[in-house]
């Protein structure tokens, strides 16, 4: 199993971005993908989940209204919309080996996952 993200950059603050997150490698046509993000010094944080077959996504709050996960394929997309200065991190997106769906209390934990992407820098001046 691959992640490759990428799409991250330099923003200015109320922009927007959207980060792409391809994945190889699962065969079954259920799984989980995570976002998360890293700013420095401080431990890396969930931001969103998805279940690609059936149709749940979860978001933190802080990115509620402004970020939304959303599929192509193989491709899961991270748009980021309204953004901040405190929403300047590395974004990182992550998979299982189970195919099963996590639960509303669980899929914002690192340990969930299996895979990861190698993070894309998102950047937003103020």
């Known amino acids: 199993v691959q992640l490759q993200a990428y799409g991250g950059g330099l923003v200015q603050s109320g922009g927007s971005l959207r980060l792409s997150c391809v994945v190889s490698g699962i065969t079954s046509n259920r799984y989980s993908i995570g976002w998360f993000r890293q700013a420095p010094g401080q431990e890396r944080e969930a931001v969103g989940y998805t279940y690609i077959g059936g149709g749940t996504t979860w978001y933190v709050d802080s990115v509620k209204g402004r970020f939304t996960i959303s599929r192509d394929k193989n491709i899961v997309f991270l748009q980021m919309n309204s953004l901040k200065p405190e929403d300047t991190a590395v974004y990182y997106c992550?998979?299982?080996?189970?195919?099963?769906?996590?639960?509303?209390?669980?899929?914002?934990?690192?340990?969930?996952?299996?895979?990861w992407g190698q993070g894309t820098q998102v950047t937003v001046s103020s």
């Open positions: 992550a998979t299982r080996r189970s195919p099963n769906r996590l639960i509303a209390s669980s899929w914002h934990q690192m340990t969930n996952y299996d895979y």
